[in-house]
């Protein structure tokens, strides 16, 4: 099972071209975001940053998931708002319209 926030710091790790900065932006340790990397990679049998000393690059495994993993984090933030009473909310009217 892979955890969303893991998705989460991969998107930031990929966004911000490094560990330490993904860490910042999302207010965690650099290592625990590390951690969530490492996690995944096992999860999903792959290697998904190419690490360097002060950068991390997106191997081709992880770019090809990125589209489906930036979807997944949308919808739970979806969810969420969803549940949180934020879903849209008007009257809709049908019918035609009258011409004079």
Known sequence: ???IRFLQSLVATVETGSIAAAARREKLTPAAVSQRIQSLER??????????AHSAQ???????????????IREVENLRYDVAGGGLAAELKSGRSRRR
């Open 1 to 3: 099972m892979v955890d």
């Open 43 to 52: 999860a999903l049998g792959c290697i998904l940053l190419a690490r360097g």
């Open 58 to 72: 997106p191997t081709e495994a992880c770019l090809s998931l990125l589209p489906r993993a930036r979807l997944l």
